[in-house]
């Protein structure tokens, strides 16, 4: 057992994000995102289903069409294939996201 912790290391890069994986087991994929306030701003289709929360910072994310701002502590679910995007994110934004992709 190795006992890590999630704000470690988590400086934000100077320009867009950092994307780490914290543990992938079966179907299952978490990762840390370090985001810069410098972001492009990409629309993502996924095919597996997303849990994302924010930790720290604050951001503006669209879903489907539809624009949401999020603060320290919010989260949303993203079923597969939903298209979202980041709009706007603060330096040194922290997320939690956790992928289910199918068996």
């Known amino acids: 057992m190795s006992i ?4 470690a290391n988590a400086a934000p890069p100077v ?5 780490e994986t914290l543990l992938r087991h079966k179907n299952l994929v ?8 410098a972001i492009a701003a990409n629309q993502y289709l ?4 997303e849990w994302v929360a924010l ?10 069409g539809t624009s949401h701002l999020l603060k320290p502590g919010d989260y949303v679910f993203l079923p597969a294939n ?3 995007s980041v709009k706007k994110v ?7 996201a956790v992928h289910l992709h199918a068996p």
Request: overall charge negative.
């Open 90 to 96: 603060s330096a040194g934004a922290l997320w939690l």
């Open 30 to 37: 978490i990762e840390r995102i370090c985001s810069s306030a």
């Open 55 to 64: 930790l720290q910072g604050s951001a503006e994310l669209e879903v489907d």
């Open 15 to 19: 320009t867009g994000e950092c994307f």
């Open 46 to 49: 996924q095919p597996q289903d």
């Open 82 to 84: 939903t298209p979202h």
């Open 4 to 7: 890590q912790n999630l704000y």
